[in-house]
């Protein structure tokens, strides 16, 4: 059984390989690009002003679709290739999967089979199983299975997904911050309060800034402090997205 995992575990290194010649490839179009963006040679005929104004934007149009295709050809898998070393990030995994889970992140770089994972961590297979299955429904991880033809078992083969561990992440934060922006909201439309409840200014004008329940007078109430530190979580959170965006 370890030979067949070797087997495929050569293949799925044959797929890799694959994509790098693909990303060779591009860097080839982008040489391509590169050299078209250099200057041509000097025609001999006079250029008027408006030739060289031409020709200025059109080089500058050309070194624009340059960058953009050097940023298309850079592998997803380069960027955000040690993305559970970021510690917001952890964090925020941390409140979705237990501990031993997150820590089999930096095993799965390239295609790995989870006996292997299991192995390498002291952990039980089924476990393993369990955390990998979890991290799958979220989509931060991927697999391919082979099926060994004489006994017809799989054998998975799981891989981190960088791009998808941001995308969780950062969506989590907008949660937060999406949540903390209508709480804020509600807090400065609710800016009265008597004994039993809050009230908007509409709500207290119209009934004379007294309550009918308590029977006590409708007061505006200063939330200044408690929306100043609620703004802040929010920086708080747009530093932590940024924090994830930027990591290498
Ligand atoms: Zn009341």
């Known amino acids: 059984m370890p030979k067949v995992i070797k087997t495929k575990a050569q293949n799925f290194g044959e797929k890799m390989s694959g994509e790098n010649k693909k990303t060779g490839k591009k860097t080839d179009a982008a040489n391509k690009i590169e050299k078209a963006a250099k200057p041509e040679k000097q025609p001999k005929t006079k250029k008027t002003k408006n030739d060289v104004v031409k020709d200025v934007a059109r080089k500058d149009k050309l070194v624009k679709n340059a960058d953009k295709i050097v940023a298309v050809a850079e592998p997803v898998a380069v960027r955000f290739s040690k993305i559970y070393e970021n510690k917001n990030v952890r964090e925020?995994?941390?409140?979705?999967?237990e501990e031993g889970c997150v820590d089999i992140l930096p095993e799965l770089n390239d295609y790995i089979g989870d006996e292997i994972v299991s192995n390498k961590k002291n952990m039980k297979?089924?476990?393993?199983?369990?955390?990998?299955?979890l991290m799958h429904d979220k989509s931060i991880v991927e697999f391919n299975r082979t099926k060994d033809k004489k006994t017809g078992w799989f054998t998975y083969f799981w891989k981190i997904r960088p791009d998808k561990v941001v995308e969780f992440t950062v969506s989590d934060i907008n949660k937060e911050i999406e949540k903390l922006t209508k709480e804020i909201e509600e807090i400065k439309a609710h800016?009265?309060?008597?004994?039993?409840?809050?009230?908007?200014?509409?709500?207290?004008?119209?009934?004379?800034?007294?309550?009918?329940?308590c029977e006590k007078v409708v007061m505006e109430k200063d939330d200044d402090k408690l929306i100043a530190e609620m703004e802040n979580k929010k920086k708080v959170l747009e530093k932590k997205k940024e924090d994830i965006l930027s990591s290498p």
């Open 92 to 97: 925020i995994l941390l409140k979705y999967f």
């Open 125 to 133: 297979a089924p476990i393993i199983r369990k955390w990998l299955n």
């Open 191 to 213: 800016n009265f309060v008597c004994d039993c409840k809050t009230w908007t200014s509409t709500e207290a004008l119209e009934s004379d800034f007294v309550c009918q329940e």
